[in-house]
């Protein structure tokens, strides 16, 4: 978790998944699915 925040913390992206924290969380789920 650190480190995704860490590479987002940058680029805009970045801070508009901070911003959208829940509905990326939903997203990235998808991307990163936990197993």
Do not use: E, F, N
């Not at 680029?11 to 997203?27: M, S």
């Amino acid at each position: 978790m650190i480190r995704k925040r860490k590479v987002g913390s940058t680029t805009a992206k970045g801070l508009h998944r901070r911003i959208q924290g829940r509905k990326v969380k939903a997203k990235s789920s998808q991307r990163h699915p936990r197993v």
